[in-house]
Each structure stands twice: as structure tokens, then as C-alpha cells.
């Protein structure tokens, strides 16, 4: 729709690592589409997935990721089916293995995964021919909430190569920094990297070189295009890496203070759940410069491109094997 002369070459939405430039601005290209759809009052719901069954499995408690999924599908005319695992056979011992090859012998198009252990996505894509997009896998990857950033931070400053982005907070424990180090550095951007030692971990610029880092977050702020703020993510042990709230909140929390040091156009922009009071000020999560709410609105877009580009990609392999397809090596498919 976007670019007809464009094909998108994966089966699967497994990370962001696996596209390139092309890849991505054609998502974004795609989305920017969507966006005019869902703005349309008289034609929100199209029937691109018509007649498609898109599977939301999600093993993790989610609020945004599944409602934009689950949205974003209805908008398609997609029949969505929800699974909640806490209420599954899983909760009775079955084994994921299980859980796969019962969603395969129901024949659904598209899965929409959440889950705690990296690369069970890659897992679950070698053993069912649907088309498996990674809603976020333990602290590897969450690819569609990197393409809303993009888009959102696209759309503010109509470009994205050139920018200088500094990520700020629990580095250490996040999918989004990962999928975001993976996009921004294949757009064109300057990422930095922001927080205290222990949660940064050194080995970070073995993948990503050009990824600066910081400990200083007042010092970096006036270079700043966009701040992407983190939550510290205590239910994976961050209270252990620093020696309080407060203290946390003293050096890394974005407040008025430090906007005062900032450009005046500055994006503040945060993947969610806020922990207001310690990353973030409600002052500044909801002051002029704040695209947070612009990202959930975006979300349902970007992920109406991404199941509209599978779909359709989709179609080319009904025949083929899901063990043996080449994107579980990071490798594009061919005609």
C-alpha cells in the first residue's frame, strides 16, 4: 500500500537486529498510512486481515502492548484470540513445545508473543508455520515498541538520521534499549546511553560501538534532540544495582530543573509504565514537550503495519517449512 514496489522479506517480527534501513522506513512508510485510516472516523476498520486468526499469547502481564495489538488487529478485521496463560494448561504443567504445537493444529496466521525468556520467540517460530511477532522476549528485544519510538521521534522532527537520542535508566534490564540501539544507530542516529555504572552494563559497546555512554545525566541533556526515559525495573532485582529510590531519583530523575538546561524543542518520550516521582516528574511526563501519550496513540498504527506486512508476506509461504526458514538465522528470505 505504502510502497507497491516494495516486498517485505521476513516471515517473522523477531527483533529489530534482524532488518535493515529499507525494512524499517517501509514499516514506518506503511504506518504513516494506518495512521490516516485510524484518524478517519468513517473508515477505522479495514478488511486487510479479513478472514486471518491473529493468536495474542502473552506468558507476561501487559496493559499497552496488548490492548494496541489487540486494536490494531480488530482494526484489520482480524478474528483475535486471546490467551491468557495464568488461566492455560501451562498454569498444569504443559511445556511451551506443547503450547505450540496446540496453537499449529488450530492453524492461526499470525501469533503476537510476550515472554520471560529470550529467544522464545525464535523457538516458537521453528515449530509453527505461523507468522510470530516478538511482543517482547525477557531483556532482548521488543521491536514493535522501537518502531513507535521511531515513528513518534520521525514524526516530531521529520527525520530520524542525524538526531542525538540519550536513553536514560535501567539500562541493564531493558528490552527497549536493545531493539532501540538496533534502530537508531541503522537510521542514522547518535544514541547515548545514560545511568549509574551498575546498571550499564561495559559489554554493551561489544555489539554496539558507536553507542556512547554516560553517567552524567546533566551534562548530556543540552546536546540532546530526545530524552528516552526508563523505568528502574524492580521486579528484575534493579533495587540490588543502586542504593535507593531517592538517590536514584537525585541524578537520573527528569524533572524541571533539568528541562531547564534543555533544548526548548526537546522530545521527552518514555515506553511505559511510568514510575512517576522517580525517573520522571509528572510535571514533565505531562508538559508541552512530552510525546508519551503520542507513542500509545502510535502504537496501534505501527503495529496495524507490522501485521499487514506479515500477512501478506505470509501468503508466500504456505508451502514451506517453518524449520527451515531462513530468518530464524537472521538471514532475508528469497523469492
Known amino acids: 500500500m505504502a510502497d507497491s514496489q516494495y516486498n517485505f522479506p521476513f516471515r517473522h517480527l523477531l527483533g529489530i537486529e534482524q532488518l535493515c534501513s529499507q525494512d524499517i522506513a517501509a514499516i514506518l512508510n506503511q504506518a504513516k498510512v494506518f495512521e490516516e485510516v485510524c484518524e478517519n472516523r468513517d473508515a477505522k476498520i479495514i478488511p486487510a486481515l479479513q478472514k486471518k486468526i491473529v493468536v495474542n499469547l502473552f506468558f507476561e502481564n501487559s496493559t499497552r502492548t496488548r490492548n494496541s495489538f489487540e486494536?490494531?488487529?480488530?482494526?484489520?478485521?482480524?478474528?483475535?484470540?486471546?490467551?491468557?496463560?495464568?488461566?492455560?494448561?501451562?498454569?498444569?504443567?504443559?511445556?511451551?513445545?506443547?503450547?505450540?504445537?496446540?496453537?499449529?493444529?488450530?492453524?492461526?496466521?499470525?501469533?503476537?508473543?510476550?515472554?520471560?525468556?529470550?529467544?522464545?520467540?525464535?523457538?516458537?517460530?521453528?515449530?509453527?508455520?505461523?507468522?510470530?511477532?516478538?511482543?517482547?522476549?525477557?531483556?532482548?528485544?521488543?521491536?514493535?515498541?522501537?518502531?513507535?519510538?521511531?515513528?513518534?521521534?520521525?514524526?516530531?522532527?521529520?527525520?530520524?538520521?542525524?538526531?542525538?537520542?540519550?536513553?536514560?535508566?535501567?539500562?541493564?534490564?531493558?528490552?527497549?534499549?536493545?531493539?532501540?540501539?538496533?534502530?537508531?544507530?541503522?537510521?542514522?542516529?547518535?544514541?547515548?546511553l545514560v545511568g549509574p555504572p551498575t546498571l550499564i552494563p561495559t559489554e554493551i559497546k561489544e555489539t554496539w560501538p558507536d553507542a556512547k555512554l554516560s553517567h552524567d545525566f546533566d551534562e548530556i541533556i543540552p546536546g540532546m534532540d530526545a530524552l528516552m526515559m526508563l523505568r528502574c525495573q524492580f521486579e528484575r532485582g534493579t533495587g540490588t544495582y543502586i542504593p535507593s529510590q531517592g538517590e536514584y531519583a537525585r541524578h537520573y530523575q527528569l524533572n524541571a530543573s533539568r528541562m531547564e538546561k534543555a533544548k526548548k524543542d526537546i522530545a521527552v518520550l518514555h515506553p511505559g509504565p511510568l514510575n512517576r516521582g522517580v525517573e520522571i516528574t509528572s510535571e514533565v511526563a505531562d508538559g508541552p514537550n512530552s510525546l508519551i501519550l503520542k507513542q500509545v496513540t502510535n502504537g496501534v498504527p505501527v503495529r496495524m503495519a507490522v501485521l499487514y506486512m506479515l500477512s501478506t508476506r505470509a501468503n508466500d509461504y504456505e508451502q514451506a517449512s517453518p524449520t527451515n526458514c531462513c530468518c530464524l538465522q537472521n538471514k532475508k528470505c528469497q523469492e
Request: no cysteine; hydrophobic share 45%; glycine share 6%.
Open 71 to 192: 486494536i490494531a488487529e480488530r482494526r484489520l478485521s482480524a478474528n483475535v484470540l486471546n490467551f491468557d496463560a495464568a488461566s492455560s494448561s501451562l498454569s498444569k504443567g504443559e511445556t511451551l513445545i506443547d503450547t505450540a504445537t496446540n496453537l499449529e493444529a488450530m492453524h492461526p496466521d499470525i501469533i503476537v508473543m510476550r515472554h520471560s525468556a529470550p529467544g522464545a520467540h525464535v523457538f516458537m517460530a521453528r515449530h509453527v508455520r505461523a507468522s510470530i511477532v516478538n511482543a517482547g522476549d525477557g531483556a532482548h528485544e521488543h521491536p514493535t515498541q522501537a518502531l513507535l519510538d521511531a515513528y513518534t521521534m520521525r514524526e516530531r522532527f521529520g527525520r530520524l538520521d542525524g538526531l542525538k537520542v540519550a536513553i536514560v535508566g535501567d539500562i541493564r534490564n531493558s528490552r527497549v534499549v536493545r531493539s532501540n540501539l538496533w534502530l537508531l544507530t541503522k537510521m542514522g542516529a547518535s544514541v547515548t
